[in-house]
């Protein structure tokens, strides 16, 4: 089972070379695995954007992706003619070091039960994006829990299921690493807590 720091020794993912690796706090199994840092320095096929449905950039990771990417990105954006809530679009990714920019858009949180399926289809969207435009190796931000105001545990759980159960579609067999980079420590503990009740440790 590779675990994200053999996987970083082995140069399947990278960080850019003036940035300091990404903690790795856990591996699962051969698929998912958690980490916390800046999902920006990932050298991923695809990394996700927690983006709006404007697609205009904004604060938070989307601030964070648009920084690193540079103009370009916004401007390629701005031909997408926006994207509805639950749903994503792709992109270049400019001077970012991964390949693909996938824009995922989360709910502004209201109850479980009007937000979680948005949640959980703005994952779906997303991992079918990665695969379809073959990126094997995709990086999640935790959406719509920053400014969007999704609970972490919550969020988790939804990410977590949406991705075990894309992962056992036939579609999902191309996908080969799926990496929840965290940044706040709520949403790592949140992860740590959730991910094994749904990948159990092998
Ligand atoms: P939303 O509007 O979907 O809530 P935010 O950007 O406010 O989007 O937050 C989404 C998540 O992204 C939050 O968990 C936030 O802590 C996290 N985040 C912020 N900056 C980065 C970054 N550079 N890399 C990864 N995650 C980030």
Redesign the pocket.
């Known amino acids: 089972i590779p675990s994200i720091s053999s996987l970083y020794r082995s140069g399947e993912l990278r960080s850019s070379p003036r940035e300091d690796l990404p903690t790795p706090i856990q591996g699962f199994n051969d698929k998912v695995c958690t980490i916390q ?4 320095k990932l050298q991923v096929d695809a990394i996700v954007n ?1 983006a ?1 449905r404007g697609l205009r950039g ?8 648009q920084r690193a990417a540079g103009p370009q990105l916004l401007k390629e954006c701005a031909t997408l003619g926006g994207c509805e809530t639950g749903s994503a679009k792709i992109t270049g990714a400019y001077n970012l070091p991964c390949n693909k920019v996938i824009h995922a858009v ?1 709910p502004i949180f209201d109850s479980l039960e009007k937000s979680e399926p948005l949640l959980r289809s703005c994952y779906r969207k997303s991992l079918s994006l990665a695969a379809e435009n073959d990126c094997k190796t995709v990086a999640f ?10 609970p972490s545990k919550d969020a988790a759980l939804a990410a977590i299921r949406e991705v075990y159960s894309f992962l056992k579609k036939p579609e999902g067999q191309k996908l080969e690493k799926i990496i929840f ?4 420590d709520k ?1 790592v503990e949140a992860y740590a807590q959730i991910l094994p009740t749904v990948f159990p440790p092998t």
């Open positions: 840092g800046d999902i920006t927690a709006n904004g604060g938070g990771v989307d601030g964070a992706i989360g931000p935790a959406i719509s829990t920053g400014v969007y105001g999704y980079c965290n940044f706040l949403d």
